[in-house]
């Protein structure tokens, strides 16, 4: 076999999860090294793969293909191992072994969602994915990161759980397993699961809970792969579906006005997954070559910007230990040039032209102002005011100017600046060259970013987004405190449910333990010796009625005092067998 | 604060006479009539999302930082 037949009939996701494997074995300094040799190899492989080829098994009775290559899944492909490269420059600096590993984990698991031809083999990756992802959470080792991390992973296996019963009911009804369009009653429960990954409100809100809670690094990562992956599967198994344009439509303003309301920057940051999720979920709904394609080009800009973002907002953690707004102010004198790439971000997201945002996010309002409904066009302009509002203004503002802190700021590793920079620099090229994104679309592209009419709307909405928040600045300025969420549901709830299926049933169960114990303890006092148990009750009853002073004193039981002879027992045995002697004459005569 | 809305004002008005003059707003909708659209987009839709922050959600949906922890 060449090595191109060979690199067709595996799974680019096997490069991540030999590296996680091989990972604990090097030492410290060789890890970042093999972490980025991980991704990029992967990219490598990526090139050399061809649409239409695919691998089958064989697995209880069911035909699965682990692996399958289209111009949808490859897009993806290409996406993941380039974000997997820049995370893995930006996390250089990174000594947990643990951390490293979860994010190869993950990577792969989302590449190999993104190659999966059957609903068995995603579903196998989409659960390693919680495996890494649930790790990275945790990675922060505080009590709120736990707690955070363990909410995060009961939702998801929720969703999990969905996901495999429409899988299963799917392939009882159809008797496939083949990952392509669904629909039918099954599909809707594999649409909850998916719409869980998706963050599409309500079960959107494990997202800003967790995120924020993650490490510097680890919010890189999970930035990336978990909503984007569920793009993917809404794109492949739910194209044209209804119902998602409007819920895209109304979670891209959910996340847009909640994201204003947040003092967190990582929680801002992650409403804006909301946000952004929600057009791309949006053009899904709508359907069509161009919305599809404006949906991955999307996801493909936003994974990048928003992991810049991602990246700037946490070099300003790692600098400073803090992540309010509310404690931020004035870091322009001492991190100009973090200002500066998080702001080639914030333009990004904002659609700016020249930028990456301007030529994707461009394609989804077209798409949606030439659909069905003009309400969903309108709705997706204010989620693009709330974006410029609050991701490329209102942050960058207090955090960098606003009140001066004199906050004390650590340098940052040369490692976070090459990430950001590499980012930074292929959403310029993006935004100003489209044709070098527009070619690894799904769909031919017959779209002109750069028209007059899409350069006036854009201008308008941000100029007079900016005008607005440069009167109202002092109004808004950012104050301590949260924001309320569907996560309130389980969260208020939880003690009481705890007390009520955790805490009662226990105590019950322990009171019937003691009882059982406290049984078990006198039957076998008493078995032990009978006699002395009685004659001891005896003397308690006695003691009872008794005026004397040596009847009321504690009985000191010895055993040795009530043992029988040996002869007892002989006896005994004698009397036995006299017994049964009478019997058997009886019966005789 | 008057300059500053005055200073909305003036801006608004370059937008729409740039609108009516060269035709900038494409759409085959009944919206795509309105001159300058977009800005009033921008300028109602971001007065709204603050207006909702403001009036709303610091009324209704703002809780203290240790709202959810352990007691």
């Known amino acids: ?589 | 604060m008057k300059v500053k809305l005055g200073m909305i004002a003036a801006a608004l008005f370059i937008f729409i006479l740039l609108d009516l003059i060269f035709g900038l707003t494409h759409g085959d909708d009944w919206w795509a009539e309105i001159p300058a659209i977009f800005a009033l987009v921008g300028l109602v839709g971001c007065m709204g999302i603050i207006a909702a922050g403001k009036l709303v959600a610091d009324k209704w949906l703002k809780r203290s930082e240790d709202y959810y922890d352990p007691s």
């Open chain 1, 1 to 589: 076999m060449t090595p191109v037949e060979i690199a067709n009939s595996l799974p680019p996701a096997l490069i991540f999860f030999a590296g996680a494997l091989l990972l604990p074995f090097l030492p410290s300094k060789a890890r970042s090294i093999t972490f980025i040799a991980v991704s990029v190899l992967s990219f490598l492989w990526i090139l050399l793969l061809e649409e239409g080829s695919a691998t089958g098994l064989s697995f209880l009775n069911l035909e699965l293909i682990p692996f399958r290559v289209d111009s949808l899944s490859i897009g993806f492909g290409y996406l993941f191992s380039v974000v997997a490269f820049a995370g893995g420059l930006y996390a250089c600096h990174l000594k947990s072994k643990g951390e490293q590993i979860a994010a190869l984990l993950y990577a792969g698991a989302a590449l190999g969602a993104v190659f999966a031809g059957d609903l068995f083999t995603l579903f196998v990756f989409w659960e390693i994915m919680l495996i890494g992802s649930g790790y990275l959470v945790w990675a922060r080792k505080n009590p709120s990161s736990g707690r955070a991390g363990m909410r995060y992973i009961l939702v998801h296996l929720a969703g999990g759980s969905f996901l495999l019963a429409g899988i299963l009911w799917h392939l009882a009804e159809t008797g496939s397993i083949e990952f392509v369009h669904l629909d039918g009653a099954p599909s809707y429960l594999v649409l909850i699961g998916f719409a869980v990954n998706a963050a599409i409100p309500p079960l959107h809100a494990w997202l800003p809970d967790a995120y924020p809670e993650s490490t510097v690094t680890g919010s890189v990562f999970l930035s990336a792969f978990t909503t984007k992956v569920a793009v993917y599967t809404l794109a492949r198994g739910f194209e044209g579906l209804e119902v998602l344009m409007w819920a895209g439509a109304i979670m891209a303003v959910y996340g847009a006005v909640f994201a204003f309301l947040e003092n967190d920057i990582r929680k801002i940051l992650s409403y804006h997954i909301i946000s952004q999720v929600g057009f791309m979920v949006a053009a899904i709904g709508l359907g069509g070559q161009l919305a599809v394609n404006g949906a991955v080009a999307l996801a493909f800009t936003n994974i990048l910007y928003k992991t810049l973002l991602f990246m700037s907002t946490g070099a300003v953690l790692y600098a400073t230990g803090r992540s309010k707004l509310s404690d931020l102010g004035g870091l322009y004198k001492s991190m100009p040039k973090t200002f500066w790439l998080y702001m080639v971000g914030g333009v990004s997201i904002s659609g700016f032209p020249l930028f990456a945002g301007f030529i994707s996010k461009g394609m989804v309002i077209y798409a949606a102002e030439t659909g069905p409904a003009s309400t969903v066009f309108i709705l997706l302009l204010v989620a693009s005011v709330g974006t410029f509002l609050s991701v490329g203004l209102k942050l960058p503002y207090f955090a960098w100017f606003g009140k001066d802190r004199g906050l004390k700021v650590e340098s940052l590793p040369r490692g976070m600046y090459a990430g950001m920079g590499l980012i930074s620099l292929l959403c310029f090229v993006i935004g100003v060259f489209p044709a070098t994104l527009y070619n690894i679309l799904p769909n031919p592209v017959d779209y002109q970013a750069y028209t007059v009419g899409h350069l006036w709307e854009t201008v308008s909405i941000l100029t007079f987004t900016g005008l607005v928040f440069w009167i109202m600045k002092d109004k808004i300025k950012p104050k301590p405190g949260i924001t309320l969420d569907f996560d309130w549901l389980y969260r208020k709830p939880a003690p009481f449910v705890y007390k009520i299926f955790v805490d009662t049933p226990a105590s019950i169960f322990s009171q019937f333990e003691q009882a059982s114990y406290a049984l078990v303890k006198g039957v076998v006092r008493f078995g032990a010796n009978p006699i002395g148990w009685f004659i001891q009750r005896g003397r308690q009853i006695s003691g009872m009625f008794s005026k004397t002073e040596a009847a009321k004193e504690p009985y000191e039981f010895n055993p040795d005092r009530y043992r029988h002879p040996l002869g007892f027992m002989v006896l005994m045995l004698m009397l036995g067998f006299v017994v049964l002697a009478i019997i058997g004459l009886v019966h005789t005569l």
